[in-house]
C-alpha cells in the first residue's frame, strides 16, 4: 500500500547508536605484528625483562585462563538511562566499541541475564547486572587485545621502546584509515535514499551506515537487490520512514493489521501501532523476520516485482506473466495500476513501472528513467510474443 500520510517527525533519542569502528582494539589487531617486530629491535629481551614483574609480564604473554570467572559489574539505572547505553558505557569502559548490529546482539544478552522483559523499559534505581557482557567481551579477541595493549602502555619504557610504541601507533592509525577508505559496493539507489532519509529525519546520521549494512544483509539472505528495496520504501513509506502509517498499515515496509498480516508475523498482532516507536534499524529485524515468513529467498533472485508483492500480497507472485491481471483490489496507490487508473487492473509490468516512476521522482532521477521503463517494455513484449521458429523448421 503506498504511503499516503504526510507526518511530521520530531528529533527523539534512539534506542540504537552507532559508534564508530576505528577503536583502538581493532587497531591493535591489524598492526600488533607491526609494533612486535618495532619493539624486539628497538629494546633486546635481556635489556627489558627486568622492567616487567612478573604478573605483568604474564598478562602479556599469557591467555586468559578458561572458564575464569568475570568480576560482578552492575550499573545502576539513572533518569534518561536507556540499556543499550548502558551496554556501550560497559564495552567503552572494557576498551571495546560496539557498532549498532553488535549493540543489539549485546543488548539482548544483558536482558537476559537479568531478565529483563523489555529492553525499552527500565527504570531508576535498577540494578543491571553486567558480568555476562563482561566476560564475553574479555573473551573477544577485541577485548583481549585491548587488555594487553592498556596493560603495555602503562609500562615505563626507555627511549627506545617509547620510539617503538609510536611506530607501533602510527603504523595502526594509517592501517586503520586505509581499511575505513575500502570501496563499498555502489548501490546508488540506496544510497540517495537513505540520504535522503537522513534529510528528512528519518534515520539518525550515525546510524546511517548500520541501516545500510543491515539492508545489505538481508538482501544477501533473502536474494534481492538493495536498490530495488530502497524502490519498495519510496513507495510504502516515503523511503523508510519509520513512523508512516494509513491507521491500518505501519512503518517502513506499512506491517499492517490482521491475524495472518504483516504486524503479526513480526510479533506485533496486539498492538500494531507500537511499530512505529521503533527506528528504522530495529523494524529492519521485523522485516527480516517477515521476509523469512513469506519465503522470500525462495523465490530465487527476487525482481522488484517479486520484492514488492512480497510486501504487498504474497498470493499474488503466483501469477508470474508479466501483463496478467493481478487479483489486487483498487485501494492501492494509483502509481501502480495500468495507465495510473485504478479502474484499470494492477500488473507485474504495471507494478514495475510505477516504482521506477516513483522512486526517480522522489530522488530526483525522472531524466534517467525513460531508458529502463523501455527495457521493461521490450522485456515484456519479447515474453508474451510466441517466438518463431526457423523457416527451414517449420516447414517439416
Known amino acids: 500500500m503506498g504511503f499516503e500520510d504526510t507526518l511530521g517527525v520530531s528529533a527523539r533519542p534512539s534506542v540504537w547508536q552507532t559508534e564508530g569502528q576505528n577503536s583502538p582494539a581493532a587497531q591493535v589487531n591489524v598492526a600488533s605484528s607491526a609494533f612486535g617486530q618495532a619493539f624486539s629491535q628497538a629494546w633486546p629481551v635481556a635489556a627489558r625483562t627486568p622492567k616487567l614483574g612478573q604478573a605483568e609480564l604474564s598478562a602479556l604473554t599469557e591467555p586468559a585462563q578458561a572458564g575464569a570467572p568475570a568480576p560482578d559489574v552492575t550499573r545502576t539505572v539513572a533518569s534518561g538511562d536507556t540499556l543499550s547505553a548502558l551496554v556501550k558505557a560497559e564495552a567503552l569502559a572494557q576498551g571495546v566499541q560496539l557498532s549498532g548490529p553488535q549493540v543489539m546482539r549485546m543488548l539482548q544478552r544483558v536482558a537476559s541475564d537479568n531478565k529483563i522483559a523489555n529492553v525499552n523499559r527500565i527504570f531508576p534505581g535498577q540494578q543491571i547486572n553486567m558480568r555476562g557482557l563482561v566476560a564475553e567481551l574479555n573473551a573477544s579477541p577485541k577485548g583481549q587485545a585491548a587488555s594487553a595493549v592498556a596493560l603495555a602502555t602503562t609500562v615505563t619504557t626507555t627511549a627506545p621502546a617509547a620510539t617503538a610504541l609510536q611506530s607501533f601507533?602510527?603504523?595502526?592509525?594509517?592501517?586503520?584509515?586505509?581499511?575505513?577508505?575500502?570501496?563499498?559496493?555502489?548501490?546508488?539507489?540506496?544510497?540517495?535514499?537513505?540520504?535522503?532519509?537522513?534529510?528528512?529525519?528519518?534515520?539518525p546520521a550515525n546510524e546511517k551506515n548500520d541501516v545500510r549494512d543491515k539492508i545489505l544483509e538481508l538482501a544477501k539472505t533473502h536474494h534481492f537487490n538493495p536498490d530495488d528495496f530502497a524502490r519498495m520504501t519510496l513507495m510504502e513509506s516515503d523511503g523508510m520512514n519509520p513512523r508512516a502509517s494509513n491507521a491500518r498499515c505501519h512503518g517502513i515496509i506499512q506491517f499492517c493489521d490482521g491475524s495472518d498480516?504483516?504486524?503479526?508475523?513480526?510479533?506485533?498482532?496486539?498492538?500494531?501501532?507500537?511499530?512505529?516507536?521503533?527506528?528504522?534499524?530495529?523494524?529492519?529485524?521485523?522485516?527480516?523476520?517477515?521476509?523469512?515468513?513469506?519465503?522470500?529467498?525462495?523465490?530465487?533472485?527476487?525482481?522488484?516485482?517479486?520484492?514488492?508483492?512480497?510486501?504487498?500480497?504474497?498470493?499474488?507472485?503466483?501469477?508470474?506473466?508479466?501483463?496478467?491481471?493481478?487479483?489486487?483490489?483498487?485501494?492501492?496507490?494509483?502509481?501502480?495500476?495500468?495507465?495510473?487508473?485504478?479502474?484499470?487492473?494492477?500488473?507485474?509490468?504495471?507494478?514495475?513501472?510505477?516504482?521506477?516512476?516513483?522512486?526517480?521522482?522522489?530522488?530526483?532521477?525522472?531524466?534517467?528513467?525513460?531508458?529502463?521503463?523501455?527495457?521493461?517494455?521490450?522485456?515484456?513484449?519479447?515474453?508474451n510474443t510466441p517466438q518463431l521458429q526457423p523457416v527451414a523448421t517449420r516447414l517439416r
Open 169 to 203: 601507533q602510527s603504523s595502526a592509525a594509517e592501517t586503520t584509515t586505509v581499511a575505513s577508505k575500502s570501496i563499498q559496493p555502489r548501490h546508488d539507489v540506496l544510497d540517495k535514499t537513505l540520504a535522503r532519509a537522513v534529510a528528512k529525519g528519518f534515520i
Open 261 to 383: 498480516r504483516g504486524a503479526a508475523s513480526a510479533g506485533f498482532a496486539a498492538n500494531p501501532k507500537a511499530i512505529l516507536g521503533l527506528s528504522v534499524y530495529q523494524q529492519l529485524h521485523l522485516v527480516d523476520k517477515y521476509f523469512g515468513d513469506v519465503g522470500l529467498k525462495n523465490k530465487g533472485p527476487a525482481g522488484l516485482d517479486d520484492l514488492y508483492l512480497s510486501v504487498l500480497m504474497p498470493s499474488a507472485r503466483s501469477e508470474v506473466r508479466t501483463d496478467a491481471p493481478l487479483s489486487i483490489g483498487n485501494n492501492q496507490a494509483k502509481a501502480l495500476y495500468e495507465g495510473r487508473d485504478t479502474s484499470a487492473p494492477m500488473t507485474r509490468q504495471s507494478i514495475l513501472q510505477g516504482l521506477l516512476k516513483n522512486a526517480a521522482d522522489r530522488l530526483g532521477q525522472t531524466s534517467v528513467l525513460s531508458g529502463r521503463l523501455q527495457a521493461i517494455r521490450t522485456a515484456a513484449y519479447e515474453e
